[in-house]
């Protein structure tokens, strides 16, 4: 498997502390160099997609620091054995956390590439003992307009909660994980504390921030975009050079951050962003039709 920067076992590697309250105790497993030159922490930290603190982008770094978020529950739901509202600390306990270097690619046609610290995403379901029928999950952020100033705005151009989804198959693959930090810390409010999906052969609004809520249907659950725009969001959202957004081409994206040096690197956008070990995923699906 191609996985850039997928690390091994925690038990092989030396423990690193985390910097807060509920994850001081462990620690992780780092990932091997990557191939690709980790973006600045200091940009991915203040260049952010999370309208519920603005559309801006500096609005999440400004305006996270609102946010409460201990103590953290989630609401486990729907076609599941062990349903229930459950402490973070509780869905931690006895999770190895590893290091993995994702590239995020925004369909917005920019691009940055992120040292997560998280574990798979299966890892997690499988502890709610998901039924037979069950053939998707939904994911829900946080509802709190008190501390989210974008939930607020009348003129949001989407609902909250914010509500996202992955069909079964695609949430047990390897390279979806949950992610509770980055660049060796915890994460940061704007990047989706305390609790964030992130699945780096889709594009980033995928990777649902801040989730309060986890349900294992069998029908597709909706997801924000897509009932925003769905002639531009699709439920898939797999990164694909070939199949445009109407208003502008996916063929090539901004690697950021953009300097006096390099301005605008621009970098071919592949396949799967260059995850091609989840076509097998996709076998037989027209990507056209299934954007
Ligand atoms: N999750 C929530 N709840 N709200 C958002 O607005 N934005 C998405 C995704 N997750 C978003 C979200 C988009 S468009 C992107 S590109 C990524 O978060 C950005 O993640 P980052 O800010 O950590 O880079």
Same mark, same amino acid.
């Given at each position: 498997?191609?996985?850039?920067?997928? *690390?091994?076992? *925690?038990?092989?590697?030396?423990?690193v502390?985390?910097?807060t309250?509920?994850?001081?105790?462990?620690?992780?497993?780092?990932?091997?160099?990557?191939?690709? =030159?980790?973006?600045?922490?200091?940009? *991915?930290?203040?260049?952010?997609? /999370?309208?519920?603190?603005?559309?801006?982008k500096?609005?999440?770094?400004?305006?996270?620091?609102?946010?409460?978020t201990?103590?953290?529950?989630?609401?486990?739901?729907?076609?599941v054995?062990?349903?229930? =509202?459950?402490?973070i600390?509780?869905?931690?306990?006895?999770?190895?956390?590893?290091?993995?270097?994702?590239?995020?690619?925004?369909?917005e046609?920019?691009?940055?590439?992120?040292?997560?610290?998280?574990? #798979?995403?299966?890892?997690? !379901?499988?502890?709610?003992?998901?039924?037979?029928? *069950?053939?998707?999950?939904?994911?829900t952020?946080?509802?709190?307009?008190?501390?989210?100033?974008?939930?607020?705005?009348?003129?949001?151009?989407?609902?909250?909660?914010?509500?996202?989804?992955?069909? !079964?198959?695609?949430?047990?693959?390897?390279?979806?994980?949950?992610?509770?930090?980055?660049?060796?810390?915890?994460?940061?409010?704007?990047?989706?504390?305390?609790?964030?999906?992130?699945v780096?052969?889709?594009?980033?609004?995928?990777?649902?921030?801040?989730?309060?809520?986890?349900?294992?249907?069998?029908?597709?659950?909706?997801?924000?975009?897509?009932?925003?725009?769905?002639?531009?969001?699709g /439920?898939?959202?797999?990164?694909?050079?070939t199949?445009?957004?109407?208003?502008?081409?996916?063929?090539?994206?901004?690697?950021? #951050?953009?300097?006096?040096?390099?301005?605008?690197?621009?970098?071919?956008?592949?396949?799967?962003?260059?995850?091609?070990?989840?076509?097998?995923?996709?076998?037989?699906?027209?990507?056209?039709?299934?954007?």
């Amino acid at each position: 498997m191609h996985v850039i920067g997928a *690390a091994g076992l *925690a038990s092989s590697v030396p423990a690193v502390a985390l910097h807060t309250g509920w994850m001081d105790s462990k620690g992780f497993a780092p990932a091997p160099p990557s191939e690709d =030159t980790v973006t600045p922490r200091g940009y *991915a930290t203040s260049f952010n997609n /999370f309208y519920e603190f603005g559309t801006d982008k500096n609005d999440p770094a400004e305006l996270g620091s609102r946010l409460t978020t201990e103590p953290w529950k989630v609401e486990v739901a729907g076609l599941v054995g062990k349903p229930g =509202t459950y402490d973070i600390e509780d869905l931690l306990t006895g999770v190895d956390l590893e290091e993995r270097i994702y590239r995020l690619r925004c369909v917005e046609a920019w691009s940055m590439v992120i040292p997560w610290i998280g574990f #798979p995403l299966k890892t997690l !379901l499988e502890r709610f003992n998901p039924l037979g029928s *069950a053939k998707y999950v939904a994911f829900t952020t946080l509802y709190r307009p008190e501390e989210m100033p974008g939930q607020r705005s009348y003129f949001s151009s989407i609902k909250y909660p914010y509500v996202e989804g992955l069909r !079964l198959d695609e949430a047990y693959h390897p390279l979806a994980i949950m992610a509770v930090g980055m660049y060796g810390q915890v994460l940061p409010n704007q990047n989706g504390a305390p609790l964030r999906l992130v699945v780096p052969w889709k594009y980033g609004f995928k990777s649902i921030k801040s989730i309060v809520r986890i349900e294992l249907t069998e029908t597709r659950p909706r997801t924000t975009w897509n009932l925003t725009a769905s002639n531009e969001y699709g /439920f898939f959202a797999n990164v694909n050079p070939t199949v445009h957004h109407p208003r502008w081409s996916q063929g090539s994206e901004r690697r950021l #951050p953009s300097s006096l040096f390099n301005g605008n690197r621009k970098v071919s956008t592949r396949m799967y962003n260059g995850y091609d070990e989840v076509a097998g995923l996709y076998a037989g699906m027209n990507l056209r039709l299934n954007y």
